[in-house]
């Protein structure tokens, strides 16, 4: 990495203010470092280059006139394909929608523009976000920077990827399953999915559709400072997304890592997910960190009310339903993914569209029976502790695919899991709206970095916040982004 693309966000907003580094020589460092690396991990789709060195030299006569300047003024940043960003394409990982250019900004980007962000391009992410690897016939697989054969974990692969690679220092992500904190595990990096309801998101034509399952927006960062700031900025009440609240407090006030007084139960694998040694291995080595920063730390034997196996099934059906509902919204304006246009769907894609118009209404409804005892659990232990704490993903990494179709395995440790996305730890918390962080804590043999992920009570985001910033204080990753070397890679 150059020195600029080495800057977190925070450091080149500041070397930005204090006219060291100018929007211009940012926006391009970072051109240059997508242009240079790329090619090894796809992390980044569609590059807006035009109108990001548009956007830079007005930034830079801002700078210039002396202008009041936004906490990310002149920061490149990147996009999920999945979200609008207005004027740049975004094919959503889809052949159907591959040269669709949309007329409006997703309000979360919108808020990080406004705060003087610029973006840079759209990042890779599955066909429609519906799987925890990121691969699709449009754009073929992400890779982590960290070994360039294993996947890049989904549906936000791509940003993180483009985070740890030095692209950009932020990138935006959302996580209706673990679309965060997977990819943010694979690729080294830090992510909060924030309680649901603090980042608003305004949904077209359904203003409630994120409800099931709950669906967060966040930035993907390689420092617990920057993510806080990118979902301070992105955080308020907004009237067209009924579940957003306005957020009392600034996560940026947390960062002081100090534990004292908080308790954190450990669970290996949160009552039954068949987790690998060696990552388990990972997790439990960092536990010591949080003691001293003065928590208290237990193990516990905590059990969710339902086999690992049927709360992932529970979780694809709404999934499902969600996907059906898009299906509909997509026929209504002449598009059939099911008729004219199965042919260039991903199967598994079709699969869910087709169980989600299978489920009746009522069935649909009584899966919130089983999701109220997931959240009674986790509320009964948060009575007894601040934090639970137990690994993002089950298995050290996956191979990428031959056939731009990567999915995980099918079994873990002997146990049957999902492939689409059984093999993480990260759904039940989308299921009861937590606040839930990925930090990295080490890597694995081979070489993929393994993530610890840190969950609260609903609306207590400040706690993870809190512990994510006391691990990177003592056991920091910084220093492994400079151990990639994507130029050799993608020669």
């Given at each position: 990495m150059s020195e600029t693309t080495?800057?977190?966000?925070?450091?080149?907003?500041?070397?930005?203010?204090?006219?060291?580094?100018?929007?211009?020589?940012?926006?391009?460092a970072a051109l240059d470092r997508i242009e240079k690396t790329n090619p090894a991990v796809n992390a980044f789709v569609t590059v807006c280059a035009e109108r990001a060195l548009e956007r830079a030299a007005a930034a830079e006569r801002a700078v210039t006139a002396g202008a009041e300047l936004g906490p990310l003024?002149?920061?490149?940043?990147?996009?999920?394909?999945?979200?609008?960003?207005?004027?740049?394409?975004?094919?959503?990982?889809?052949?159907?929608?591959?040269?669709?250019?949309?007329?409006?900004?997703?309000?979360?980007?919108?808020?990080?523009?406004e705060a003087g962000a610029i973006v840079v391009g759209k990042t890779n992410t599955p066909e429609?976000?519906?799987?925890?690897?990121?691969?699709?016939?449009?754009?073929?697989?992400?890779?982590?920077?960290f070994n360039p054969a294993m996947n890049a974990g989904g549906s936000s692969g791509g940003s993180a990827a483009a985070v740890a690679a030095g692209m950009v220092p932020l990138a935006q992500g959302s996580d209706g399953g673990g679309s965060l904190r997977v990819p943010a595990a694979f690729c080294g990096v830090f992510a909060l999915m924030p309680s649901f309801g603090r980042v608003p998101v305004p949904a077209r034509p359904n203003a409630f559709r994120r409800l099931n399952p709950m669906i967060c927006y966040a930035p993907l960062a390689r420092t617990v400072a920057d993510a806080a700031l990118g979902v301070d900025l992105m955080s308020g009440a907004h009237p067209y997304d009924p579940y957003s609240f306005p957020s009392a407090g600034r996560l940026t006030e947390e960062l002081h890592g100090d534990?004292?007084?908080?308790?954190?139960?450990?669970?290996?694998?949160?009552?039954?997910?068949?987790?690998?040694?060696?990552?388990?291995?990972?997790?439990?080595?960092?536990?010591?960190?949080?003691?001293?920063?003065?928590?208290?730390?237990?193990?516990?034997?905590?059990?969710?009310?339902?086999p690992h196996a049927e709360l992932t099934t529970t979780w694809r059906r709404y999934l499902s339903v969600a996907h059906a509902e898009s299906a509909a919204i997509s026929r209504e304006n002449g598009i059939d993914l099911l008729g004219d246009y199965a042919g260039s769907i991903d199967r598994g894609y079709l699969d869910s569209i087709r169980v989600g118009d299978a489920l009746g209404a009522v069935e649909f409804r009584l899966e919130d029976l089983k999701r109220t005892r997931v959240l009674y659990a986790f509320e009964e232990l948060f009575d007894r502790y601040s934090l639970v704490v137990s690994p993002v993903n089950c298995v050290s990494g996956i191979p990428n695919s031959d056939g731009r179709d990567t999915v995980?395995?099918?079994s873990v440790e002997g146990q049957a899991v999902d492939p689409f996305v059984g093999w993480s730890l990260t759904s039940p918390f989308n299921l009861i709206g937590s606040p839930a962080a990925s930090v990295p804590v080490g890597r694995a043999a081979n070489g993929v970095p393994v993530g610890l992920q840190i969950a609260a009570r609903r609306r207590e985001d400040a706690l993870v916040i809190r512990a994510?910033?006391?691990?990177?204080?003592?056991?920091?990753?910084?220093?492994?982004y400079r151990d990639l070397d994507l130029d050799a890679a993608a020669a």
């Open positions: 080495e800057l977190s966000a925070t450091g080149l907003a500041a070397a930005v203010r204090r006219r060291e580094v100018s929007p211009v020589e940012a926006v391009r003024h002149g920061v490149p940043i990147g996009v999920k394909d999945l979200d609008p960003v207005a004027g740049v394409r975004t094919g959503r990982g889809s052949l159907v929608f591959a040269e669709d250019v949309p007329q409006e900004t997703v309000l979360c980007v919108e808020r990080l523009e429609f976000g519906f799987k925890a690897t990121t691969d699709s016939a449009l754009h073929g697989p992400a890779s982590t920077p534990l004292t007084g908080l308790t954190v139960a450990y669970s290996p694998d949160l009552g039954g997910y068949p987790v690998e040694p060696e990552v388990e291995a990972a997790v439990r080595a960092a536990l010591p960190a949080l003691r001293d920063a003065g928590a208290t730390v237990e193990e516990v034997d905590f059990r969710l009310p339902l995980g395995p099918s994510s910033a006391a691990l990177e204080a003592r056991l920091p990753w910084a220093a492994s």
